[in-house]
């Protein structure tokens, strides 16, 4: 069976912090992982995902197989950086399966 | 046009009721799919429909009833609800590839479902 584990469900940073936020998986098959944001009040958006190996508002994330982790980098936070980020993975019969989030602060 | 449409935004009704949630796409996407939300938890899957094909049902109660009438459409009908069936109802759409394509899952904004 699949699961999406992120452990942490708050996480606050100051403002040009660098921040992480973690994300583990556990899947049999091969994975397929995004990153999805939330702003408030707005509805859920793709963020990343790790075929496409590229930087979205200065976040990063590289899929680690050995650590079967992805998680999402920004080596500056910003204020507008602050929204609950999802972590999903999809398995091969077109499921998407979410991480229970983190809700991001950035402190001015 | 590069959105999911949800209508209604909102929804109260009552547990003898029947009310159907409504979902548009125009991206030419061959997957759609139903997802409830509660407060402070992640999109949980429903359904799923795969070229106008219920092809996942995780398990939902009939009292929850999805239909995909043409490519660009999905409902989702309710009756007999109970109040904890309140949530966040949000319905995505995808490519037909495995993990959603280049652009993943578009979600709708949601319907805010509260069942009196």
């Known amino acids: 069976a699949q699961r999406v584990t992120q452990p942490e469900k708050l996480l606050s940073v100051f403002k040009g912090a660098p921040v992480e936020l973690k994300c583990n998986y556990s899947y049999s098959g091969s994975p397929e992982l995004f990153w999805y944001v939330q702003y408030s009040r707005q509805r859920l958006q793709l963020l990343l995902r790790h075929i496409s190996r590229e930087s979205i508002k200065g976040f990063t994330a590289d899929l680690n197989k050995g650590e079967t982790s992805f998680h999402l980098k920004k080596p500056f936070a910003q204020e507008e950086d602050s929204a609950m980020y999802y972590c999903a993975l999809a398995t091969g019969a077109n499921n998407l399966f979410f991480g229970t989030g983190t809700r991001l602060t950035v402190i001015p | 046009d590069t959105e999911v449409t949800q209508t209604p935004k909102h929804l109260v009704m009552g547990m003898t009721n029947k009310k159907s949630l409504k979902c548009e796409q125009h991206m030419g996407h061959r997957a759609m799919y139903w997802y409830k939300q509660k407060a402070k938890k992640p999109p949980e899957l429903m359904f799923v429909y795969s070229y106008e094909k219920l092809s996942i049902n995780e398990s939902v109660p009939s009292r929850f009833s999805p239909e995909c009438p043409n490519s660009s459409l999905l409902n989702l009908h309710l009756h007999a609800l109970q109040p904890e069936d309140s949530a966040l109802y949000l319905c995505?759409?995808?490519?037909?590839?495995?993990?959603?394509?280049?652009?993943?899952?578009?979600f709708g904004s949601g319907t805010r479902l509260t069942v009196v």
């Open positions: 995505a759409s995808s490519q037909d590839q495995h993990g959603g394509g280049v652009r993943g899952y578009t």
